[in-house]
């Protein structure tokens, strides 16, 4: 009983709404603009636990919207995987 616990508790994965403002959070950071519509998980890596998560953020600097790609691990980290170009 107390292998099948731990083993639950070490395969933890992060909540939807922490893994959206960890992934916002890193986009902000990695664009220097803000977020102009609500992320979303758009799929879950199964084995691994890892979300891939859709930022959405604007450039006023360069007046653009982007959409950032991350990738959120069991612990809220969130790692950026790729971009789009910038669209008016």
């Given at each position: ?40 998980v ?18 006023k ?28």
């Open positions: 009983m107390i292998c099948l616990l731990s083993s639950s508790l070490a395969l933890a994965e992060c909540r939807d709404d922490d893994a959206k403002f960890s992934a916002d959070k890193k986009a902000r950071s990695f664009m220097s603009g803000d977020t102009f519509m609500a992320a979303k758009l799929k879950r890596h199964l084995p691994s636990r890892r979300k891939e998560v859709a930022s959405y953020i604007y450039v600097a360069d007046d653009l919207y982007y959409t950032v790609y991350t990738l959120v691990n069991s612990a809220c980290k969130a790692d950026v995987i790729k971009r789009t170009k910038g669209k008016h």
